[in-house]
Every structure is written in structure tokens, then in C-alpha cells.
């Protein structure tokens, strides 16, 4: 494949990225652009992720239980998305080197910066709006959460946890004048008072806050605390409601996770099916308050493949994350210097993911998925695969230290 090509192809992998925090529809429009460009071109040897054997098995598994299902013909969405993982194919193969990995990165910071300062903007509103009406359905930090330029507050914020897991460990690269964007995205991701996000952060920083030097630490801890520090008594205001009054919301979360568990006894193999849980979960639920908070998912990513599409599907799901976690940790050990930082943004972004899937169904929320199979498919590519160009001009791909290579390293 020419390089003018695959250059353009890389555009459109991190166009595809970048449209997510906008826009689903132009993101999967980029997507498909994407892939056919790459099909037209003419690939070489494709490189494969690692964890592609049992993505592939929890694919298959999620078709056996569409199939068993009473009802297929509306789980037919689950397979649909099925196209959505092609974006970790393509990051895999185009964003192969530091250099594309900075620049992938420094795109989707700056975009999500935007989208956050629109966000702040809409919390102002609605925050002034809330004042005057004392109604809870204005309130900012509960019911009307802001959103950017999505269509949910929790498409939003866990678009945002992502990038800002992801950019903690970039910023080695990225320099001091990415502190602004990263200021801005943290305090969305404050102002954005989703608990499962505030949780999924802590843990992405902590998973990489020992490999990062302290300057860098400062530089991301300081403004955030600040925001904090300023919102504390919203901060508050949110959490208390938490621990007081039953709240519908969250009370309903200990219902849900209740109800998954009954329906995966009754369906332990091949679950209720996809996209069956809301047509399901009144059987299970003994209340009689339905009408006061959503039940189309279970919030929360194990019990709901489980209760949806069976043991089985789960752990391949399961696998699915395992064998990311043992590729990036293996790959942290493998990568030069200058590429560490793309594993440990991954593992970030992955580490955030998962604590925050605790509390969410994040893993069905399209737009999230995108993101987070871009972030943990670079390292395939970019950390420890370089392309090399001996004396005769022959390319090589090779998982090798590029501090050692007797080769010219070209991007």
C-alpha cells in the first residue's frame, strides 16, 4: 500500500475517533469510509490484536444466544454492532508508531476539550435555571446532567473519563501547553457528577500513577483538585443523596442487580436474550414503581451479558479483558522509552472502563465502545510494532526495542 495512502487511512481512523466525542453517525460514517479506503488500497500482511481469538469467541457465543432467544428479531441490534469493532482493526494497523499515537491523542484531547467547554457552558444554564426553580428535575448534579454534544449525560461522561484516563500518561509527550484542554475535560468530567466516572478516574490514575513523573502528576492533579475544591458542595449535595432518602435511581440499582441474578439462574446457559432485559425485568421485579426509573439495561456490564446472553457469552466477555490486560502489561514490559506511554494510556483508559462498567452497561453504549477500542488497540501497533526499512528499502514489522534497531525508523 503506498504511504500517501495509508496516510489518508490514518486520518480517517483518528477523524473516526475524534467524530465519536460529536457525533455517532459521522463516527460511523468515518468508520466505514475507513475500512473501505483500506479494502480499495490493497493491505498488506494485516496486523492482528491479541485479543482477537476471544472477542471472535464472545461474538459467536452473543449469535448462539440471539438464536435461542424467544424473540431474535429484536436482538438483531446486538450483531449490527458487531461492525463497531472494526475500529480496533484499523487502529491497530494505522496507528502504528509513536509519532501517530501523539498525534491520535493530542486530536482527541483537543476535540473532547471543545466538547467540555460546551458542556460547562450548559452546566451554567442549567445551574442558574435550577436556582430559580428549585425543581429537581433542573437540578444539574441529578436530572439534568450535562451532556456536550451527546444525546445522554452518560455517553458523555464516560466519553470523557476515557480520554482523560488516556491523556494522563500522554501528557509526557504532549507538552505543558496540553494542560489547558486537560483542565477543561477534568472539570466536565467533575461538573459532570456521574459517580461511576469519578470512580472509573481514580482507578484509570491510579493504575499508571507510579510510572509517571511527578512534575507530570502535579501538572494533572492540581486543576482538578482546584475544580473540586470549587464544586465541593455540589460534590456534596450528590453524594448525600446517595446515603439518604431512597432515591428512585440509585435505589433501583440494587433491584436491578437483584433481578439479573434471579434471571441468570432461571437462564444460566444462553440468558434471556439480547435486548430482552426490559421486556424481562417486570417479571422479576416485585415493585410497583417502575414508571420512576429506566430498566432497558442493568447498569452494570458482568450482570448484564450474564442475565442478557448467558454464562457462556460472559466468559468470553470475561477473556475478552483478560488477555487485553495480559497484552498491554506485556507490552509495557517489551516497548521502547518512547512508547511506553501508549500502553500506559491504554491500560488507563481500559482500567477506567471497567471500574466505571461496575456501576453502568457502558460496554452497550456505541459511542464509548468506539473510544475505548481505539485507546487499547494503538499499543498493538504503535508500541511495540515499528516499521523498519533496511539498506535495500525492504519494509519489516517487528516487536523490537527502537533504541536498538541497526534499520532507519520512518513513520
Not at 466538547?115 to 436530572?143: E, I, K, M, W
Not at 453502568?360 to 477500542?373: A, R, T
Not at 519489516?396 to 527502537?402: A, C, I, K, R, Y
Amino acid at each position: 500500500m503506498p504511504d500517501r495512502r495509508e496516510l489518508w487511512i490514518f486520518i480517517l481512523t483518528v477523524a473516526t475517533a475524534a467524530a465519536v466525542l460529536v457525533s455517532i453517525a459521522g463516527a460511523e460514517t468515518l468508520l466505514a469510509i475507513a475500512c473501505l479506503a483500506w479494502l480499495i488500497a490493497g493491505p498488506r500482511r494485516i496486523l492482528w490484536p491479541g485479543y482477537v481469538v476471544p472477542l471472535c469467541a464472545f461474538m459467536a457465543m452473543t449469535v448462539v444466544s440471539l438464536v435461542a432467544s424467544p424473540q431474535p428479531e429484536i436482538g438483531m441490534g446486538v450483531v449490527r454492532k458487531f461492525v463497531l469493532f472494526s475500529m480496533g482493526l484499523i487502529a491497530t494497523n494505522f496507528v502504528r508508531t509513536p509519532w501517530r499515537a501523539r498525534v491520535s491523542h493530542g486530536t482527541l484531547l483537543a476535540v473532547a476539550a471543545l466538547a467540555s467547554a460546551v458542556a460547562l457552558v450548559q452546566f451554567g444554564l442549567a445551574y442558574l435555571r435550577f436556582l430559580s426553580t428549585q425543581n429537581l428535575a433542573d437540578d444539574p448534579t441529578v436530572l439534568a446532567r450535562i451532556t456536550g454534544f451527546m444525546g445522554h449525560w452518560m455517553t458523555f461522561s464516560g466519553e470523557q473519563l476515557l480520554v482523560w484516563c488516556a491523556a494522563v500518561p500522554s501528557m509526557l509527550f504532549l507538552g505543558r501547553r496540553w494542560s489547558i484542554p486537560l483542565t477543561a475535560v477534568s472539570a466536565a468530567l467533575i461538573l459532570s457528577f456521574t459517580r461511576s466516572v469519578w470512580l472509573g478516574a481514580i482507578a484509570g490514575f491510579l493504575v499508571v500513577v507510579f510510572m509517571i513523573p511527578r512534575r507530570v502528576l502535579i501538572g494533572v492533579v492540581l486543576p482538578a483538585a482546584v475544580v473540586a475544591g470549587i464544586a465541593s458542595g455540589l460534590i456534596y449535595h450528590r453524594v448525600a443523596m446517595s446515603f439518604g432518602p431512597k432515591f428512585a435511581p440509585d435505589f433501583s440499582r440494587l433491584e436491578m442487580l437483584s433481578a439479573g441474578f434471579r434471571m441468570i439462574q432461571d437462564h444460566p446457559l444462553f440468558g434471556v436474550g439480547p435486548e430482552r432485559i426490559h421486556t424481562e425485568f417486570p417479571r422479576y421485579y416485585s415493585g410497583n414503581d417502575l414508571a420512576n426509573f429506566y430498566y432497558g439495561h442493568l447498569h452494570n456490564n458482568i450482570v448484564q451479558i450474564a442475565a442478557e446472553r448467558g454464562l457462556l457469552c460472559l466468559a468470553s466477555f470475561l477473556w475478552f479483558f483478560f488477555a487485553l490486560y495480559a497484552d498491554l502489561l506485556s507490552m509495557l514490559k517489551r516497548a521502547a522509552d518512547d512508547a511506553q506511554w501508549i500502553v500506559l494510556s491504554a491500560l488507563a483508559a481500559l482500567t477506567g472502563f471497567v471500574v466505571a462498567g461496575l456501576f453502568e452497561y457502558n460496554f452497550g453504549d456505541s459511542e464509548v465502545l468506539l473510544l475505548l477500542l481505539f485507546f487499547v488497540s494503538a499499543p498493538y501497533g504503535a508500541a511495540v510494532r515499528v516499521e523498519m526499512i533496511d539498506e535495500s528499502g525492504t519494509r519489516l514489522h517487528s516487536e523490537v526495542d527502537v533504541h536498538h534497531l541497526p534499520f532507519e525508523i520512518r513513520d
